[in-house]
């Protein structure tokens, strides 16, 4: 590819420079790659040869004192960075794609070091030929003429700065023009030959692409008429093993039918038999329920008369505190008529023989009074122990009430668990009832399903005989394709 700058709206201009996989860079830039490569590997062996036969040339020249240590060493040491930097690249940087162009400059600089340091612009200006050479081993028509236009003005340098006998000979010119003709002309010849190769190449890649798109093309059809006719065949295999699998399913599920219809008239009768079962069941939660209101009724009533033998007992004892509380007024009465009495008696004894009838009344009413006080003692004492009898009665009605209260709320919790149990027993009924008439129809269809696999095996039996028929038909042509 070409780096490219936008010229204007509908235009575009290409700059020649870097540019990745040159030789064919429609068909096959992985070959271009590798001849670039490939190209760097002899660039850097001439880079390293020039380099040798530089420091040769030096030395030699030097011993023959057309050149001093001075630039003996210059040249050397040009020559040494020069290598090491080409050997970098080469080492590190060989895959890239202006790795060619970097050793391509390094090689004309090497050329222009030596041409210079030597002084030799004018014997040595055949050597601006190396570096095209090695350009046009890349095939690349913008590595060319990068190198050739470097050349050529590096060459024109070398001869404004040789030294000025030459324009006292007057030699500058002619040698001059001369030299850079030459040098055009090796040059024209370099490009002439990059073109003419990149244009060979690529007619014969794009010719061996045609091939090889035919070749392909045929190949495909040739691999799809083959996998056509594999799939072809492994479906009809596939489709015949279905079949067996289909008549082996079929024999089991007509086997199975038969046990099915003999477990559906055991289920049947035994579902019969729960459902009479289940109504019986279900008679006697009604009965249960019936009687748990029953006992409800009769509890509430026991309760009622808990509560009012409860009132009526307080009522009592309400009573007995009034009949105590008038004993014990009695016996006040009879205390103080005995105290009365005692008093008439001392009066009775102060008048002597006059007061001796009344003595006698008085010891009477005191008899009485004492006697009285006595019997009304009896009394708070009876009074009390009944009072404490009825106490207890109603501690004892109390907790009868409390109890029978229980006793209604449990009653009452077994009433509505026997009515929710009514409820389901009767929704089991249905649904037992139900059950029952889904087998019955079961039952009908199995028979019809029995019948329908008879009729499918059948024709399972000829569709695989078709299949078998197809498939000795496909292997066939599958054989005629092969030979």
């Known amino acids: 590819m070409y780096y490219q700058t936008k010229f204007n709206k509908f235009r575009h201009m290409e700059v020649w420079f870097m540019a990745e996989g040159d030789i064919v860079s429609v068909s096959s830039i992985d070959l271009s790659k590798n001849n670039d490569i490939q190209s760097n590997a002899i660039t850097i062996k001439s880079i390293w040869l020039t380099g040798l036969l530089g420091v040769l040339v030096t030395v030699l020249v030097t011993l023959g004192d057309l050149a001093t240590k001075d630039e003996m060493i210059k040249e050397i040491i040009a020559i040494i960075v020069l290598l090491s930097v080409a050997t970098a690249f080469w080492r590190y940087k060989i ?31 055949t050597l601006w030929i190396l570096p095209i050479v ?42 001059m023009v001369v030299n850079n003709v030459l040098l055009l002309v090796g040059s024209l010849a370099a490009l002439s030959v990059v ?37 072809v065949n492994n479906s009809i295999g596939d489709v015949q093993t279905a079949i067996q699998q289909n008549e082996s399913s079929i024999r089991q ?64 004892d309400k009573y007995s505190e009034s009949i105590g509380n008038a004993v014990v007024l009695i016996s006040s009465i009879a205390d ?48 009390a ?32 668990d026997l009515n929710v149990t009514l409820g389901a027993l009767d929704t089991m009924v249905g649904q037992m009832k139900g059950v029952i008439e889904i087998i019955e129809k079961i039952n009908d269809g199995g028979t019809q399903v029995a019948a329908a696999n008879q009729q499918q095996l059948a024709s399972m039996q000829i569709l695989s005989e078709n299949m078998e028929e197809l498939s000795g038909v496909f292997n066939r042509h599958y054989q005629a394709i092969n030979s």
Do not use: W
Not at 353 to 366: D, K, L, W, Y
């Open 385 to 416: 122990k009944v009072r404490n009898q009825i106490g207890m009665t109603v501690d004892a009605v109390e907790k009868q009430t409390v109890s029978v209260r229980s006793g209604k709320e449990m009653v009452g919790q077994t009433a509505e």
């Open 95 to 125: 895959e890239l794609a202006y790795t060619k162009y970097i050793l391509c400059f390094l090689v004309i600089m090497l050329v222009f070091s030596a041409l210079y340091i030597t002084g030799a612009a004018i014997q040595g200006a």
């Open 195 to 231: 073109n003419n190769s990149k244009k060979n190449i690529h007619k014969i890649f794009s010719s061996e692409e045609t091939i090889r798109q035919n070749i392909s093309k045929v190949n495909t059809i040739l691999e799809s008429a083959r996998e056509t006719g594999l799939t």
């Open 134 to 175: 090695l350009s046009v081993l890349y095939y690349s028509l913008p590595l060319t003429l990068n190198v050739i236009i470097l050349s050529v003005v590096l060459n024109i340098a070398l001869y404004f700065i040789s030294p000025i006998e030459m324009l006292v000979e007057g030699k500058f010119i002619t040698v």
């Open 253 to 316: 599920i007509a086997d199975f039918s038969s046990e099915l219809a003999q477990d559906l008239g055991s289920v049947s009768g035994t579902s019969a038999e729960m459902s009479k079962q289940a109504g019986i069941l279900l008679d006697r939660t009604r009965a249960g329920h019936a009687n748990s209101q029953g006992v409800i009724q009769q509890m509430e009533e026991v309760n009622e008369a808990a509560i009012l033998l409860s009132s009526i007992v307080k009522e009592l």
């Open 336 to 383: 103080q008529t005995n105290l009365l009495a005692l008093n008439a008696a001392i009066e009775a004894a102060r008048a002597g023989e006059s007061g001796r009838g009344f003595a006698v009344v008085a010891e009477e009413v005191r008899s009485l009074a004492e006697s009285t006080r006595h019997s009304a003692s009896d009394i708070v004492d009876l009074v």
